[in-house]
């Protein structure tokens, strides 16, 4: 019992760290509310390195995936007769301590991360964060890796192996 409430303050050390960086990501970007895309660059930096590690497993570049996602914002700018060589967003500042609210694909990505993890021994990892970003149908963070060619089933197959527990 002991373990299950110490990994559980774990867990909520992660999910705080989740939340800050993808905040942090957005707010980078001059958008208000943290999306898929930047749960998955914050899973990216947590030390745990599983979520670095399962883009590695299938030969992808995890650092290039900031720059991919920047050029669907751009893609979709341009589809919208936007001109696509806007100068980068100003970063807002941040919002005063208050309830976390995200865009509808981060919402729905913490809901499913919450739906997944009930009951599963083993820490919360990035890699539960990419395994989820990869299985979703559409968003900027799916257009992202089909951006850089990679598998969305075979990115899911890595992050499980990195997420498995115990570790193999």
């Known amino acids: ?29 001059g958008q208000p509310r943290p999306g898929a895309e930047h749960f998955l660059l914050a899973a990216i930096e ?6 670095r590690r399962a883009f590695e497993r299938i030969g992808a570049n995890p650092d290039a995936i900031p ?11 341009a589809q919208a007769g936007i001109q696509a060589d806007m100068p980068p967003a100003s970063p807002l500042t941040a919002p005063q301590p208050r309830a976390f609210h995200a865009q509808p694909s981060g919402q729905s990505l913490v809901q499913a991360l919450a739906h997944a993890r009930k009951g599963q021994p083993g820490p919360l990892l990035g890699a539960h964060v990419v395994a989820l970003v990869a299985a979703a149908p559409q968003g ?4 992202t890796l089909k951006a850089l060619r990679l598998d969305p089933a075979a990115l899911v197959q890595a992050a499980r192996r990195e997420s498995a527990y115990p570790p193999a």
Request: hydrophobic fraction near 40%.
């Open 1 to 29: 019992m002991l373990q299950r409430i110490r990994q559980r303050l774990q867990d909520m050390r992660t999910l705080r760290q989740l939340f800050t960086r993808a905040e942090h990501h957005a707010r980078a970007q």
């Open 140 to 143: 900027v963070a799916t257009r």
């Open 67 to 77: 720059a991919a996602i920047e050029q669907q914002y751009r893609d979709a700018l």
């Open 46 to 51: 947590l030390p745990d390195g599983t979520a």
